[in-house]
DNA sequence: ATGGTGGGTACCCCA
């Protein structure tokens, strides 16, 4: 029997786009680099009747789940190997679109998030915003919680909107009152790695004491040069999966590409054991 | 302490 062109392991790359039909160039240039097997991105803006499927299957992303609506928000995940099924679901209360999932060949479940980014003042009595990201933390953690028990295998992606670890943003210091490194959001998600039992591939490759960014706003002139980011970008799997985990990478470079999101591609390789 | 840039859309919201 032939051998899968994956090999029994699968790419997957999770990026905010920040306007899927803008990065038409960009997104032809990070799959002529790389080649993830997935993409999963977030901010795509766009109703799913608009869509750009072609610009996917000309890439060879011919499997296709969107979640999208007009203007804001909007999540995708586009694959070169078959997923078996997708779902959509809602999250506080709300008709955002912030998730989609798809079961993946190996019966992995792949789920895509995008969490509210929280706007400017990290107090929930003063901002709805930082209200609703506190919210839809917790209901991602009653979420993982029934995952956990019912012993799924999976991987979440997606841009979280929170920066966890100290080397994870430029200087710990300076972010701690500033929405995305405040100890209110990296306490609770440090909740949601718990009830999970989440692993974060990415700092499984990369060593926790290694500075590591995903996100550059674009108010900073010279990002590259200041390199004042953060890594709000993330892949965790199921404690299965950890083992499998054997590569990862963010495509900084990515930041340079003109047209630029404000984020890069975050990029893992898996063994699914399909 | 402030304002800095960018996307989508429609003269302003969101990041």
């Known amino acids: 029997m032939a051998k899968k062109k994956t090999g029994g392991a699968i790419t997957i790359a999770t990026w905010n786009v920040n306007s899927v039909r803008r990065m038409a160039d960009a997104l032809r240039h990070f799959t002529g680099q790389q080649a993830p097997d997935v993409i999963a991105m977030q901010e ?27 203007m804001h928000h909007g999540v995708a995940i586009v694959s070169r190997v078959p997923f ?26 792949l789920h895509n998030f995008y969490v509210p980014s929280g706007g400017d003042i990290p107090d929930p009595k003063l901002n709805e915003k930082f209200d609703h ?47 995305s490194h405040t100890p209110v959001e990296t306490e609770a998600m440090a ?34 040069a200041a390199d004042k980011g953060r890594r709000l970008d993330h892949v965790w799997v199921t404690p299965d999966l950890k083992t499998g985990v054997t590569h990862a990478a963010v495509e900084r470079t990515m930041r340079g590409h003109s047209p630029a999101s404000d984020h890069v591609p975050v990029m893992v390789k898996l063994e699914t054991g399909a």
């Open 191 to 224: 909740r949601l790695y718990e009830a999970g039992a989440w692993v974060d591939a990415v700092r499984h490759i990369i060593p926790a004491d290694k500075k590591l960014y995903s996100w550059w706003s674009y108010r900073s002139p010279d990002w590259d």
């Open 133 to 179: 990201k506190l919210r839809f933390l917790d209901e991602m953690i009653a979420w993982s919680k029934r995952r956990r028990k019912m012993g799924v295998r999976a991987v979440l992606v997606g841009d979280l909107n929170i920066a966890p670890h100290e080397n994870d943003v430029w200087s710990h210091k300076q972010l701690l009152k500033v929405v």
């Open 84 to 109: 078996e099924r997708s779902e959509a679901l809602s999250w506080c209360g709300k008709q955002d679109k912030r998730h989609v999932s798809v079961t993946l060949p190996g019966n992995v479940e």
């Open 44 to 70: 795509t803006k766009v109703m799913d009747e608009l869509f750009p499927r072609e610009l996917f299957n000309e890439l060879g992303y011919t499997h296709q789940a969107v979640a999208g609506q007009k």
